[in-house]
């Protein structure tokens, strides 16, 4: 086995507290920074004013804050500052913003107390009433001493964009009965520049059948026509299952030698009655003009339709009365 020499422990070295008599004596190490205070220029650099005469911008919608400076230019103006630092401008746009933010945070307050999403005309008041403004202070605001010109903002004008309107690939495709192109050249409510309306199907409803009809007179008729179609179908159909029961008939007579001479003996005996050698009274003058047509016995007449039978309710009868 191996043998571990054993390991010296190094006792910790501790810097030196200093006491409170040498506590100034003592210097900061040479590796910390050194700190430097900025050194400023003797003569300040020049102050760009701002000419509220000469400045006519335009100020996009999209930049409160450019708005905000504005307003404050103008009311400087109004009260009789001539030109006003960036710096200043911006001193006091600060403040606006942070009146207003506290304005606001307390409306939000007043709402949400309330539990209300969205504030009211009465949480703005009791929001003043905090700063000490009655309602009556907003009356002098509503018609500001400013002339109107200048503190209504011009805004650019957006650069109309022509976009492409030529559908024709799509008129051609759809053709002049589904094309939108006359419904919109109808309404001159409709920009020009607007492309033409979708196909008609997607915007107006195709009727696909007609209407119920509710004339009582027109609903017989068609009643009527629809029952005689009925019927003559059903004729025709009788007629056919007529005509195979016939020919039915003499194709099994033909197969069987005794019902081939049963046939031939009944054919016979119908020629010669037809011809005039039996009984013409009893035939009738109409039977020789008849076709001669195979005689048909009715074998599932048994199996027809029946009516309802009707029970015969035995007579009451009359018990005498007693006589007391």
Not at 204 to 228: C, F, L, M, V
Request: proline residues 10%; contains cysteine; glycine residues 4%.
């Amino acid at each position: 086995m191996f043998a571990m020499a054993p390991m010296e422990l190094s006792s910790p070295q501790k810097r030196a507290t200093p006491s409170s008599d040498n506590r100034s004596s003592i210097e900061e190490p040479p590796s910390k920074r050194i700190r430097s205070e900025p050194t400023l220029p003797n003569t300040p650099p020049p102050e760009e004013f701002l000419n509220l005469s000469t400045q006519k911008n335009v100020f996009p919608d999209d930049d409160p804050r450019q708005l905000l400076s504005r307003s404050v230019a103008l009311t400087l103006e109004h009260v009789g500052f001539d030109s006003a630092s960036p710096e200043a401008l911006e001193a006091v746009c600060s403040q606006v913003d942070t009146y207003v933010a506290k304005l606001l945070s307390m409306v939000t307050s007043f709402a949400l107390n309330a539990r209300r999403s969205q504030p009211i005309p009465l949480d703005f008041k009791y929001a003043l009433a905090e700063f000490d403004l009655p309602m009556s202070s907003l009356e002098p605001h509503l018609r500001p001493p400013i002339p109107k010109e200048k503190y209504v903002v011009e805004l650019e004008a957006l650069p109309i964009e022509e976009l492409p309107t030529a559908t024709t690939h799509l008129d051609t495709l759809l053709g002049g009965e589904l094309s939108g192109e006359p419904d919109k050249l109808a309404r001159p409510y409709v920009p020009k520049r607007f492309p033409s309306f979708p196909s008609k199907h997607t915007y107006k409803w195709t009727e696909k059948e007609s209407a119920r009809e509710t004339d009582p007179r027109k609903i017989r008729e068609e009643a009527a026509k629809a029952a005689r179609q009925a019927e003559e179908a059903l004729r025709r159909l009788t007629k056919v299952a007529k005509a195979g029961k016939e020919k039915d008939v003499k194709d099994a007579a033909s197969k069987d030698p005794k019902s081939k001479e049963r046939h031939n003996l009944w054919e016979q005996t119908m020629e010669d009655l037809l011809s005039g050698k039996g009984n013409l009274n009893m035939i009738g003058k109409s039977a020789s003009e008849e076709d001669d047509r195979g005689l048909i016995v009715n074998a599932d007449r048994l199996f027809y339709r029946k009516g309802t039978m009707t029970r015969r309710r035995p007579p009451v009868e009359l018990r005498p009365s007693i006589e007391g």
